[in-house]
Every structure is written in C-alpha cells, then in structure tokens.
C-alpha cells in the first residue's frame, strides 16, 4: 500500500483529500498542529503525525517513510501580516521540499490557488500561464506566486501544482458562510446585477484531481486549474443556493468602482495602524465579488483524465440539506 504524506489534513479540504485516498486503497499520514483536533482523523489507513511543517525537522520526520506528499496546508486567508503568509506558505514549503529532498519523495502536491490571476479586470478562460507573477493583490497572493515559484526552480523532486477555485461544500469556513452572514446583515454585495461569471469547485473534485496528481504519468512537471467546469452567473447561483436554504437572497447593490476605492482606503488605514483583523471588505473581496473568473481545465482533463464527480446542483442541494438539519456555518 502506497503511503501520502498530507499536510493542511485537518483542515476544509484535507478532510476530503483524506477521505479519497483511503477510499482508493492509500495509506494516509495525517500531519498537522492541533493534537486533539487530529484524534477525530484517526481511522483504519490513517496515521497521525503531530507536527508544524514552518519545523523543518518535523516535516522531515513525519515523510520518512512516505512515497507522496500533498502539501495543502496553508495560512489561506485574505488578510494578516506579511511575514505569516511568508513564514508558512513561502518558508514551509521549502521545508517541505526539504524534506522530499531527504526522503526521496516519489511526487509533490502543491496546492496552489487561482487567486493568483485575481485583479481588477474580468478575465475569461484563463489558461495556467496567464498571470503575472508581480500580483500584490494582497499578502497570500503574494506567497503562493513565491511558493510556486520555489517548487518550479528546485531541481530533482518530482511535482505537481494544483490551482482549484473557490472550494464549495460541507465544512468550509469561508465563501458560503460570508455570504450567508452577509445575507443576514446588510445583504450580499452585488456588482452589476451580479452578472459577472464565476467558476467554483466542489471541494470533492479538488479531492479527486488531487489524488489524480499522484497517478497520472503526465503531470509531473505541470501546473493545473481545477474547476467544476460550470461557469455561471454569479448572482444565478446565489438564487439556487438561498433558495435551497430557504433564506431569500438579499442584495446590496452597489458600484464596483466605488467600493474598490473604498476598500483601498480601509486596506491603507489598516496597514498604517498595523491592524491585522481581517477588514468587512478587501481589494480581494471586491475582484472577487465583482469581475468575472473563468479557468480553462482543458489541461487536467486531458492530462489527469480529472472529470468532476460531483455537479455544482448536486454540491449546493449537500450543502443545503446538511445546513438545514445543522443550521450551522
Ligand atoms: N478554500 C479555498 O477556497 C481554496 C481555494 C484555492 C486554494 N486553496 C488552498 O487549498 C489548501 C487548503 O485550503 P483549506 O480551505 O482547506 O484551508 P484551511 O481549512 O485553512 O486548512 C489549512 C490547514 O493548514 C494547516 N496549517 C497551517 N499552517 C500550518 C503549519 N505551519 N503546520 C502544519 N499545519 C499548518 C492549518 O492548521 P491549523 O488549524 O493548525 O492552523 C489548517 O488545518 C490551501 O493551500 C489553500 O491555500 C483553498
């Protein structure tokens, strides 16, 4: 049984990685920081090993017997100081390619994120080289454009980067349950009607194109965008989602060019006072929010044969139903 060394294994997407790989005949080392969180992972094929990767020899220790890692663990967020996003996604990484290094790791997953061509533009069908690796968008960009670019310049370790969009589903702490949060407040920001188009992933075919990473004899070497595939409306897909929840959508319609500027105010006066809570809204947000973002995954397609297992329709109505038992975010 072949081992994978999984890193970010307690968090929105680790969880899922995990679950793929045990279900497919892998055995799992689930690594990460918080002792009693990692418990709960312990399960038949999967190990646990408590550890910080910023720790180089922890990180080193954990893959000493391992064939694969997939690094997905991260600072993944869209505010804090600077020199976090570098200490853990910039300087961990290179612990992990470290250890890969030491270990003679047979491939390397690196989770990467599409944020990286996020701007004040739309931008349709975006292939993996159309970005500029000058994008200061904010602190976590920036760090993952280093971290790529670390594991691109590092000669004789076996990798693959990964790029998915928006993750979507049960367990995550950041897209849907802002905008649910926001829906109860002052309502969700809407830019032109909501007519720009998104691309967002059910955190399941992340799951799936990660575990393809590993098997797939074309991808080392290569960089991929992962999506579902179902570009749409963005406000289309709020209607689907609240209505679903039965909590009707309510919108703050507001002017893109406007709000950017008042973001870029809030993120000045932040970073001069040295405030590190994440601000209501970010030049990051806004783009997000209000310019379209399509990828094209022609490239994991036909390289990873990655179809995506799961709908958006199908995501949203899980999501749904677990949140109308639950009613929590
Ligand atoms: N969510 C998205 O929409 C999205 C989109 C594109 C790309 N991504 C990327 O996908 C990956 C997973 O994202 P996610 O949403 O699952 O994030 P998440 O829920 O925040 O999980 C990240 C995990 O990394 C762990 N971690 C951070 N620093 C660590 C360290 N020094 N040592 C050990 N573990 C550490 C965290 O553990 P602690 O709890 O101990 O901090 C957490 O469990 C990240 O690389 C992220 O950048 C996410």
């Not at 679903?244 to 932040?270: A, H």
């Amino acid at each position: 049984m072949e081992k994978v060394l999984v890193t970010g294994a307690y968090g929105f997407l680790g969880k899922y990685l995990i679950k793929e790989l045990v279900e497919n005949d892998y055995k799992v080392i689930a690594f990460g920081r918080k002792k009693e969180e990692f418990e709960k992972l312990k399960q038949k094929n999967v190990d646990i090993y408590i550890g910080d990767f910023c720790n180089k020899k922890d990180i080193v220790n954990a893959s000493k017997s391992v064939d694969y890692i997939i690094h997905a663990g991260a600072l993944s967020t869209v505010w804090g100081k600077r020199e976090d996003f570098i200490n853990t996604n910039v300087v961990g990484t290179k612990n992990v390619l470290y250890a890969c290094k030491q270990n003679k790791i047979k491939r390397l997953i690196y989770v990467s994120s599409p944020s990286i061509y996020s701007g004040k533009a739309d931008k349709l069908n975006i292939s993996e080289n159309d970005f500029d690796d000058s994008n200061r968008l904010n602190y976590y960009i920036e760090s993952k454009i280093l971290a790529e670019k670390e594991i691109k310049a590092t000669r004789n370790i076996p990798y693959v980067i990964i790029r998915p969009r928006g993750l979507f589903g049960i367990g995550d702490t950041s897209i849907i349950p802002r905008l649910i949060k926001a829906n109860r407040k002052i309502g969700i920001p809407l830019f032109n009607n909501g007519k720009n188009i998104v691309d967002i992933t059910c955190v399941e075919n992340v799951a799936l194109a990660l575990r393809l990473a590993i098997e797939s004899k074309k991808a080392v070497g290569n960089t991929y965008n992962i999506t579902n595939g179902e570009p749409r409306e963005f406000k289309e897909i709020l209607e689907e989602l609240f209505n679903k929840i039965d909590e009707p959508p309510k919108y703050l319609r507001i002017n893109l060019n406007f709000m950017y500027g008042v973001s870029s105010i809030i993120e000045f006066i932040y970073k001069m006072f040295h405030i590190y809570k994440e601000p209501m809204i970010t030049k990051y947000n806004i783009c997000t929010l209000g310019y379209s973002q399509t990828l094209n995954i022609e490239k994991a397609k036909k390289d990873l044969n990655y179809k995506p297992k799961m709908t958006l329709s199908e995501g949203i109505e899980k999501y749904a139903e677990h949140y109308k038992r639950n009613k929590i975010l």
